[in-house]
């Protein structure tokens, strides 16, 4: 926005400027007498209404103005925000399925909770995952020997992370 108020009185200044010259010149060529001079009066006059007209090409040219700025700032922060968005739904999507793992190995309330990170290529890893069993309920028609490292197992490969990367807080 800046920018754009900069830009708009240089444009302003630029353009009362070139109507005033015009209007002068004009007038200077009126009163002029006719006779030799006037030729290369009239001459110099166009040479200098030319260089007004693209001085400010001149100017534009020394000033240093990165357009990625204005143009991809607002594009990179929602994009951003986007993809947080996409990598914590992707959090909670595993967790569900993790749920329902532990629900088919008979273990069902259980709290699940991905931590993950973005690695260097900006791509989602899961660095553990915790598990609550405080309101777990183990199915009792299943036997219970093993039932936790057995989840622990099958979260671990479905997640494709290191066993001792599934903590179980009971």
């Given at each position: ?22 209007f002068v010149f004009t007038i200077f060529i009126l009163i ?33 103005i990165n357009m990625n700025d204005f143009i991809f700032k ?23 399925n993790c749920e329902n793992i532990s629900k088919e190995l ?65």
């Open positions: 926005m800046l920018f754009y108020r900069c830009t708009s009185s240089v444009m302003k200044s630029y353009v009362s400027n070139l109507i005033i010259s015009s002029i007498p006719s006779g030799k001079m006037t030729k290369s009066v009239k001459t110099t006059i166009g040479l200098i209404l030319i260089i007004l007209v693209f001085s400010p090409l001149v100017k534009l040219k020394n000033i240093d607002d594009d990179i922060e929602i994009q951003t925000n986007f993809i947080e968005y996409v990598y914590q739904e992707k959090a909670k999507s595993l967790e569900n008979g273990v069902s309330n259980a709290e699940f909770s991905v931590v993950y990170a973005i690695n260097v290529e900006n791509q989602f890893e899961v660095e553990y995952i915790e598990i609550n069993l405080k309101n777990a309920v183990i199915n009792s028609e299943i036997e219970h020997i093993n039932i936790i490292e057995k989840v622990k197992k099958n979260i671990s490969e479905y997640l494709d992370i290191d066993y001792k990367n599934v903590v179980v807080y009971e």
